[in-house]
């Protein structure tokens, strides 16, 4: 075995991995919660978009899961993004309507009348926009926040 291979060997062993197959678990498992996207938070959280009840968690590491949001009348929720402020873009899919969830679990409306709002990217480098994608209309769209 030549130096190159026992290195790789090694570096699966101090991982922990082997190479015949991938370690899978389950983090949550739940059935009355419908999650529509997934996104990872600078400090090692996840917030999970649960498309049919109207809510925004917060789920750890270990599978603890913590309602962030729970608004009245939200619809069908979907999108997600953070800015460079830690403030959490969303939108509600039937309403038309982009939102932000701030640090504080408050949420304020960013804009409305768009075209079934599905995606949201903040563009990092100009921290006063954001991108959006209309599956209603087939269009990107740019909001300034």
Known sequence: M??????????????????????VSTLI??????????????EGRIYAIDYNNGRIYQVFA????????????FANL?????DNQS????????????YRLNPDTSYTEINSGLNQPVSILNDLQ?????????????????VEI
């Open 29 to 42: 498992s739940d059935t009355t919660r419908t999650f529509e996207a997934l996104h990872w938070h600078e």
């Open 2 to 23: 030549n130096r190159k291979h026992f290195t790789i060997l090694l570096l699966f062993i101090s991982l922990g991995l082997t190479v015949s197959g991938q370690q």
């Open 78 to 82: 979907a999108g997600g993004g953070f």
């Open 87 to 98: 403030n959490f873009y969303f939108s509600d899919i039937a309403e038309g309507v982009v």
């Open 126 to 142: 100009n921290d006063r926009v954001l991108l959006v994608t209309e599956y209603g209309s087939n269009e990107v769209t740019q």
């Open 62 to 73: 270990d599978g603890k899961v913590e309602t962030l949001l729970e608004g009245e009348g």
